[in-house]
């Protein structure tokens, strides 16, 4: 997995880059920012909480519900970084059939800030990157976000956010 992360964030790096030295200085340019998050899908969600809570001594947030998402969240607070925990809300959560393949649960996505979500959605889609919805979309935090297809991003799923 640390491989793939490596190998997805290079790949979206060579994007960032290329946009950059490819466009003129008209503000049309977005750039990566830091790791925001790593999701992990949980088949057990007070468990997994009690774990980076009372076991590991992280500090956690309250439980999210984010129906337009399919989730309950969790996020674990690392200093550096976060851990999201998700949970399926519904049947038809897509946590719900993540789980039906990996029933004890696993990393689901990796979640990398952007300076401008709208800029890199549209430079993205020129570039044929596939998008799991047509616009951004409110995440957790309560900033707009945006999912890459796994298959063009080296088997990882990449969530975008904004700064």
């Known amino acids: 997995m640390a491989f793939r992360f490596l190998q997805t964030t290079r790949f979206l790096k060579s994007f960032a880059i290329a946009s950059f030295n490819k466009r003129n200085l008209s503000g049309d340019i977005w750039k990566l920012g830091k790791l925001n998050h790593v999701a992990i899908a949980v088949n057990n ?3 997994a909480t009690k774990l980076y809570k009372d076991v590991l001594g992280a500090s956690i947030s309250e439980k999210q519900a984010l129906p337009e998402h399919g989730v309950y969240t969790v ?20 946590i719900a059939g993540f789980l039906k393949n990996k029933p004890d649960g696993g990393i689901h996505h990796i979640c990398i800030e952007v300076s401008d979500i709208y800029k890199a959605v549209a430079d993205l889609k020129s570039k ?11 995440g957790a935090h309560g900033k707009p976000v945006m999912f890459l297809h796994p298959k063009d991003c080296g088997g990882v799923l990449v969530e975008l956010e904004q700064e």
Do not use: A, Q
């Open 128 to 138: 044929n990157i596939r998008l799991l919805s047509p616009e951004p979309r409110i």
């Open 75 to 94: 996020f674990v607070d690392l200093g550096n970084t976060k851990i999201e925990l998700l949970y399926p809300l519904g049947d038809n959560s897509p």
């Open 45 to 47: 969600l007070e468990s």
